[in-house]
Nanobody, 119 residues
Framework: QVQLVESGGGLVQPGGSLRLSCAASTSIFSNYAMGWYRQAPGNQRELVARITSGGTTNYADSVKGRFTLSRDNAKNTRTVYLQMNSLKPEDTAVYYC???????????WGQGTQVTVSS
């Protein structure tokens, strides 16, 4: 069973920056995608950004140019970072780390971390 441990998040003023981190509890040897989703009150959970084991990165249109997803380069890569710049009030949401193992189609989720952008 894979556990995802998130850190980061908090309260920031509009235009500010935050960095989220997500670490998987075990090494990942299968092809996978790892990244972040978010859910604001009354809205569905949506993809923010993810990176595949092959290195392909996808971003939601609403965060392109402002958010950057990266991962560590350790042999068994299992930590991703989401650098969020130029934050807007509409970025306010609970952010969830996600890991999808392609072979099994299993999804693993972190516990969620609150990001609030407000003056």
């Amino acid at each position: 069973q894979v556990q995802l441990v998130e850190s980061g998040g908090g309260l920031v003023q509009p235009g500010g920056s935050l960095r989220l981190s997500c670490a998987a509890s075990t090494s990942i040897f299968s092809n996978y995608a790892m990244g972040w989703y978010r859910q604001a009150p009354g809205n569905q959970r949506e993809l923010v950004a993810r990176i595949t084991s092959g290195g392909t990165t996808n971003y939601a249109d609403s965060v392109k140019g402002r958010f950057t997803l990266s991962r560590d380069n350790a042999k068994n890569t299992r930590t991703v970072y989401l650098q969020m710049n130029s934050l807007k009030p509409e970025d306010t949401a609970v952010y969830y780390c996600n890991l999808r193992i392609f072979r099994t189609q299993m999804d693993y989720w972190g516990q969620g971390t609150q990001v609030t952008v407000s003056s």
